[in-house]
């Protein structure tokens, strides 16, 4: 079993940024790492994720404005957050995932409003 563990959520006014962590149970250079989030009344969408191969994707609403990152020493992934609109509101869950199982944090709110 693997355990996530987020961090750094909060409340920030529009314009702001947060740097969201999650911190993992074990060596995360085997799995895909990504950051996902659930708004009030929607689905959960992906936000930003780091493949097993490398690389880097965003959902479309935050490139030029979110960064995903990891620190393989430490088995923590960020998501660093700047130019936060009131449209970035929502539950941030952490997930890895291989290519048998899924594991997610519990998730971490930011609340983007002035």
């Known amino acids: 079993q693997v355990q996530l563990v987020e961090s750094g959520g909060g409340l920030v006014q529009p314009g702001g940024s947060l740097r969201l962590s999650c911190a993992v149970s074990?060596?995360?250079?085997?799995?895909?790492m990504g950051w996902y989030r659930q708004a009030p009344g929607k689905q959960r969408e992906l936000v930003a994720a780091?493949?097993?191969?490398?690389?880097?994707s965003y959902a479309d609403s935050v490139k030029g404005r979110f960064t995903i990152s990891t620190d393989n020493a430490k088995n923590t992934v960020y998501l660093q957050m700047n130019s936060l609109k009131p449209e970035d509101t929502a539950v941030y869950y952490c997930n890895a995932k291989d290519f048998v199982f899924t594991y997610w944090g519990q998730g971490t709110q930011v609340t983007v409003s002035s």
């Open positions: 780091i493949p097993f191969g490398g690389g880097t």
């Open positions: 074990r060596s995360i250079s085997r799995y895909t």
